[in-house]
């Protein structure tokens, strides 16, 4: 059997977030030659009315549909690289320990620094309760009224 002739067709409709929703729809038909590999020629015709697809709906007057036809692509958030199709996250698994761990470092810096600032206050504080001669802490009774 030899395969004498293709078609396809292919259709996208977009909704336009108001209720609407714009169709691009192509059908293509080609014939073929003896010399012609059924495949490459299947994948050419896909392109094509890919590509048609993508030019008429990105000539839409309706923003939303042009940003659905031609989306930002996903990024990394650490590295800022693209995301594959098969992650559905934010980051790249690798990336996503070195933020964590960069998250860890910070959580640690913030609790020593808060630590240090709360034995600096209370050092403060018993300066002070020294210089009122008060609180010395060795309970010979001389705060007491005689
Ligand atoms: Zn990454």
Redesign the pocket.
Known sequence: MRVTRISIALEQRLGDNDYGSERAQVEYTADLLASDDVIDCTTELLQFARGTIFHTLSESKTRAIRRKVNPAPRL??????P?GDDNDGY??E???NVMLERRKLEDQERRAKYEAERKEREAEYRRERELAGVGSDDDDDEDLPL
């Open positions: 990394c958030n650490e590295c800022k690289q995301l980051y790249h690798a990336c996503e």
